[in-house]
């Protein structure tokens, strides 16, 4: 701290464990920052802004290399150590919006109370770093388009339970034009959220044009950029096509090993029953006959497994669509990730897998049987194979 240094990371690194492989959101990131400076951070999404700031904020530690925020290594601070620090030293994001909006799955109709000086919108995640409740007063401090600073006591009205963390770490939301008369800018915005008019041009549609042209949406102030939410999902979706290759050639070993299974087991079933064959032989069924039997045999076993698969394999497909399963550390991977995620099997899918593996099935259930075409009469009798 002698040195001015308020903020220095050094070589710092955050990577996130999915699966078999990592995802790398900072990758020997080095900056100082000095007493009294102003800075902004400026990237793509998904180069790992929100992940840098999580770390400098101690709401994350890094992988490796190192974070100093006001003179303490936030690598070794310990979970209270770091909430005391972020409720005294560092600042939080003061954010305005329209209670009486519809667009967000936000609770913001609670601040619409007017009998409060100041009514105070947060999450979870920032109430639980910050010790708050609903009923607590909390202080906020702001400068305004002069320079000026100024401080006002609100009262927490709402603690919302959001999955996404953007709008929960570090920030309190107020009434929309209150905050633009605190500031001194009214009318003014830096985001405004849409949401698509039925029977209206898809916003996804202009996003992409956008994306291309770098114009905003016809109709739009000049100055504004539509971002789609195939832009701001990229990230996600990019990971998501990362590890469709992995899931294939997973899905692909498994499956060859069920087949394997299957061709053992019918290699052993004709090795045991060759004095059954060399019956059915001797009886007059002709080789071909033969083989079709097996191979027939085979194939009614594929359809057993999956009548015995369907009896606890729909109730859990049920199940896991209503309930879906938990995802541990979702908040520590640098992008908004649900508490639950709900798989979809579409019919399709299902009724494709099931036809692929009664295909696959008979085929191995036909390739061992071959052998039953080089039977000798005399050998079929003694019930031996050659």
């Keep these: 701290?002698?040195?001015?240094?308020?903020?220095?990371?050094?070589?710092?690194?955050?990577?996130y464990p999915m699966g078999r492989t990592e995802l790398v959101a900072l990758k020997?990131?080095?900056?100082?920052?000095?007493?009294?400076?102003?800075?902004?951070?400026?990237?793509?999404?998904?180069?790992g802004k929100t992940t840098l700031l999580n770390i400098i904020g101690t709401l994350d530690a890094p992988s490796s290399g190192s974070a100093t925020v006001l003179g303490q290594m936030v690598e070794k601070l310990s979970a209270r150590q770091a909430a005391a620090l972020r409720s005294r030293q560092i600042s939080f994001i003061f954010k305005g919006i329209a209670p009486a909006q519809r667009v967000l799955a936000l609770p913001t109709g609670r601040l619409a109370d007017m009998t409060l000086e100041l009514p105070v919108l947060t999450g979870s995640r920032m109430a639980r770093s910050a010790g708050l409740s609903v009923g607590d007063y909390v202080t906020v401090q702001w400068r305004d388009v002069n320079g000026a600073f100024d401080a006002r006591d609100g009262q927490v009205v709402?603690?919302?339970?959001?999955?996404?963390?953007?709008?929960?770490?570090?920030?309190v939301w107020v009434p929309l034009e209150r905050l633009?008369?605190?500031?001194?800018m009214p009318g003014e915005a830096t985001l405004v959220t849409?949401?698509?008019?039925?029977?209206?041009?898809?916003?996804?549609?202009?996003?992409?044009?956008?994306?291309?042209?770098?114009?905003?949406?016809?109709?739009?102030?000049?100055?504004w950029v539509f971002r789609s939410p195939g832009y701001l999902l990229s990230d996600l979706r990019q990971m998501i096509q990362s590890k469709t290759v992995g899931q294939s050639i997973m899905f692909t070993v498994l499956f060859l090993l069920a087949m394997l299974a299957i061709f053992d087991t019918q290699v052993r079933s004709i090795?045991?029953?060759?004095?059954?064959?060399?019956?059915?032989?001797?009886?007059?069924?002709?080789?071909?006959?033969?083989?079709?039997?097996?191979?027939?045999?085979?194939?009614?076993?594929?359809?057993?497994?999956?009548?015995?698969?369907?009896?606890?394999?729909?109730?859990?497909?049920?199940y896991m669509n209503a309930n879906g399963f938990s995802v541990p550390g979702g908040d520590t991977w640098g992008f908004s990730m649900g508490e639950k995620l709900y798989p979809a099997?579409?019919?399709?899918?299902?009724?494709?897998?099931?036809?692929?593996?009664?295909?696959?099935?008979?085929?191995?259930?036909?390739?061992?049987?071959?052998?039953?075409?080089?039977?000798?009469?005399?050998?079929?009798?003694?019930?031996?194979?050659?």
């Design 1 to 15: 701290m002698n040195d001015g240094v308020v903020i220095r990371t050094d070589k710092l690194v955050r990577k």
């Design 158 to 171: 709402e603690v919302m339970h959001t999955s996404v963390g953007t709008v929960d770490w570090d920030q």
């Design 271 to 318: 090795f045991r029953r060759r004095r059954e064959i060399g019956m059915l032989v001797a009886l007059g069924m002709t080789r071909n006959q033969v083989i079709a039997m097996f191979t027939f045999e085979g194939s009614l076993c594929g359809v057993l497994a999956a009548l015995l698969g369907s009896v606890y394999g729909l109730p859990l497909f049920v």
């Design 28 to 47: 020997g990131v080095s900056l100082t920052f000095q007493k009294g400076e102003f800075a902004g951070l400026v990237g793509p999404s998904g180069s």
């Design 345 to 386: 099997y579409t019919a399709g899918l299902v009724l494709g897998t099931t036809v692929l593996v009664l295909v696959v099935t008979t085929i191995v259930s036909w390739l061992p049987t071959r052998r039953i075409a080089r039977l000798k009469p005399t050998d079929a009798l003694s019930g031996r194979m050659t």
């Design 194 to 223: 849409m949401a698509r008019i039925p029977g209206t041009q898809a916003k996804s549609d202009i996003g992409r044009r956008t994306l291309d042209t770098g114009r905003g949406v016809p109709g739009m102030s000049p100055g």
């Design 180 to 184: 633009q008369a605190l500031v001194g």
